[in-house]
């Protein structure tokens, strides 16, 4: 199975949807045709089976691209362009690396549209982020340990995508411009506390795909101007 080739190979730029927070028609429509690259469904707690086939069928009006990140069983929900199964790497809670992944793989297994589907191998940095809080994220870690994990992603388990998550908070652009320069076959996606366009801008110069959220919900225009602004900036390592 060739994964190289999967669609979001080239994303720049996505906005990410959390199916339990409410969204206008005006503003979905204004996220929907901003020339972002996709729309990633996903969040941290109260996704449902309802409410994520609920955004995906108002998405689907739109020709943008439309990924759903699986975080519970319940919610894998038909009809999405791309899967996305997140395997959180900095957590000493196995449950949240490969037991509740192998809980849903065991019943769900066969059916699963593999050549559709990516393993995301995340690096929580943000402590005060739900996901970290969740899943016990060891969120504190040195230059060293975060060089340790992209190495575990990329060359040891060969993930195709390590998404370094700072949800709520804007990262240190240093160390995820490191690891899009370690990483050989994986991309690197960067998110957390995108508001601006300058921010979204330094974003895309360290990481292969930036991911905007929480601006959707709390300031649209920002969010909107952050398509451009990572657009306009050539991904160099
Ligand atoms: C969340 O990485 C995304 O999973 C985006 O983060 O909500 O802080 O933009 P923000």
């Not at 894998?76 to 996305?84: E, Q, S």
């Not at 190495?151 to 908070?169: C, H, N």
Request: negative net charge; aromatic residues 8%; proline residues 3%.
């Amino acid at each position: 199975m060739e994964l190289q080739s999967a669609i979001y190979e080239h994303w720049r730029h996505a906005f990410k949807l959390d199916p339990e927070r409410e969204i206008s028609d005006e503003r979905l429509d204004a996220v929907c045709m901003s020339g972002t690259d996709a729309v990633i469904v996903g969040g941290t707690t109260g996704v449902t089976f309802d409410n994520t086939v609920d955004l995906m069928s108002r998405i689907r009006r739109y020709e943008v691209p439309c990924a759903l990140e699986v975080s519970s069983e319940e919610a894998a929900v038909p009809g999405f362009d791309h899967y996305f199964v997140p395997l959180v790497l900095n957590t000493d809670r196995a449950e949240w690396m490969a037991g509740r992944q192998i809980g849903a793989l065991r019943k769900f297994g066969a059916f699963i549209p593999w050549e559709i589907t990516s393993a995301e191998g995340y690096l929580i940095l943000n402590g005060e982020a739900e996901a970290a809080k969740l899943t016990g994220a060891r969120a504190s870690l040195d230059a060293e340990t975060v060089t340790a994990h992209i190495y575990l992603a990329d060359k040891l388990m060969r993930l195709p995508i390590v998404y370094m998550e700072y949800s709520g908070i804007f990262g240190d652009m240093a160390l995820v411009k490191r690891a899009s320069r370690l990483v050989s076959g994986a991309r690197v996606f960067y998110g957390g506390g995108i508001d601006n366009a300058d921010k979204a801008r330094q974003a895309a110069e360290a990481a292969h795909t930036v991911i905007v959220g929480n601006a959707i919900y709390d300031d649209l225009e920002a969010a909107l101007s952050t398509v451009a602004a990572v657009v306009e900036v050539p991904f160099g390592r």
